[in-house]
């Protein structure tokens, strides 16, 4: 899960999917982790705004800190999942070509809000954290839908 800092969208994200893997019973084979195109907020929590609106759903990401995308996730994950168009195109230009296929917007695994992207809060109010959350959440679903659903994704054992 990929945004900008590392500190809003991308660790509610991570934390939505985390919580559907462990309820999917995948846990043992898919590796979840967040990260951000920009260095802004390297070893921060996530911003307290997220934290409080997913752990109205359940979910606490208190101990997530922000990281900037390495170079070895191109390899490392079989999906790269971006928020929104700019950390698309960012990672696009940063990206290995063989890996362009793994790099997809989260929300084109969404029902509900299909390609669009999942923009930033960070200078609204809580109900933007809300609506990003009710969008991850449509899009989480249809990530594990495909998981569940096609044999060629290969799953991790946990590295």
Do not use: W
């Amino acid at each position: 899960m990929v945004c900008m800092g590392n500190i809003c969208r991308s660790p509610m994200a991570e934390g939505m999917l985390r919580q559907a893997v462990l309820d999917a019973g995948l846990d043992r084979h898919v590796e979840v982790d967040s990260a951000g195109t920009h260095a802004y907020h390297i070893g921060s929590a996530p911003d307290p705004r997220a934290q409080q609106a997913i752990r109205q759903r359940g979910i606490d990401i208190s101990q997530l800190r922000g990281r900037k995308v390495a170079d070895e996730d191109f390899e490392r994950f079989d999906y790269i999942l971006v928020m929104d168009g700019d950390n698309y195109d960012k990672l696009i230009k940063r990206a290995p070509a063989r890996h362009h296929g793994k790099i997809r917007r989260l929300l084109s695994f969404s029902r509900k809000y299909p390609n669009l992207d999942v923009v930033d809060p960070y200078y609204g109010g809580p109900q933007g954290f809300e609506e990003n959350l009710d969008m991850i959440a449509d899009a989480v679903q249809g990530l594990i839908r495909e998981i569940t659903g096609e044999s060629q994704v290969k799953m991790r054992s946990g590295n």
